[in-house]
């Protein structure tokens, strides 16, 4: 899959005049690439669409207009679109409540290792997680990974001829399956597998 290029961005101007209808476009495509693993776990796949809102935003927020700023944001971002081979996502670890959050957080160390994701008749694909920086303490966990699964060839050919998926975490604190993921789900992620 393409990287974004620098000449491929917006000037601040341009976006300007599109954020708001650019904005709703990606909102929609967003939503059937997230995926709650139960009540404190998300995983929100993002595609280069995405991934090219938020070097966008980034670039609007920092008000950033010179190239190797913008380049900065370019090296940042790119490792996290998807290559046709995998699919890269967003982890969120939510507990509202700041008391509950910091206990779950210390109990959940390695949960980014253990999100999967399995198609029917292959074993589970367990996530390459946070492989910009660490992202984990002696004390707790991060409530956000970038996590990566890496699909062989022939879980790809099984998935685009009907395969079920499943997805879900196996770590010891907290273990959800969401099986089979629904279509819609299913059908905006084979869109990233080349």
């Known amino acids: 899959m393409p990287q974004i290029a620098r000449d491929t961005l917006l000037t601040l101007e341009a976006y300007a005049r599109t954020r708001k209808d650019f904005r709703e476009r990606v909102l929609a495509h967003k939503k059937p690439r997230t995926v709650h693993l139960g009540e404190h776990v998300t995983l929100l796949f993002g595609p280069e669409l995405t991934i090219r809102h938020q070097i966008q935003e980034m670039l609007r927020v920092e008000r950033t207009l010179e190239d190797p700023g913008i380049q900065d944001e370019l090296d940042v971002y790119n490792p996290l679109i998807p290559d046709g081979t995998n699919w890269k996502a967003t982890m969120l670890i939510e507990y509202e409540d700041i008391a509950e959050r910091r206990t779950?957080?210390?109990?959940?160390?390695?949960?980014?290792?253990?999100?999967?994701?399995?198609?029917?008749?292959?074993?589970?694909?367990?996530?390459?997680?946070?492989?910009?920086?660490?992202?984990?303490?002696?004390?707790?966990?991060?409530?956000?990974?970038?996590?990566?699964?890496?699909?062989?060839?022939?879980?790809?050919?099984?998935?685009?001829?009907?395969?079920?998926?499943?997805?879900?975490?196996?770590?010891?604190?907290?273990?959800?399956?969401?099986?089979?993921?629904?279509?819609?789900?299913?059908?905006?992620?084979?869109?990233?597998?080349?």
């Open 104 to 194: 779950a957080l210390a109990a959940l160390k390695g949960i980014e290792v253990r999100a999967w994701v399995q198609v029917d008749g292959y074993a589970r694909v367990h996530a390459i997680a946070d492989e910009d920086l660490e992202r984990e303490n002696d004390e707790k966990t991060s409530s956000v990974h970038f996590a990566r699964f890496e699909l062989t060839r022939d879980m790809i050919v099984a998935l685009k001829s009907g395969a079920v998926l499943a997805m879900g975490v196996d770590h010891p604190a907290y273990a959800f399956t969401l099986a089979p993921v629904p279509e819609p789900v299913r059908q905006a992620l084979l869109a990233d597998l080349a």
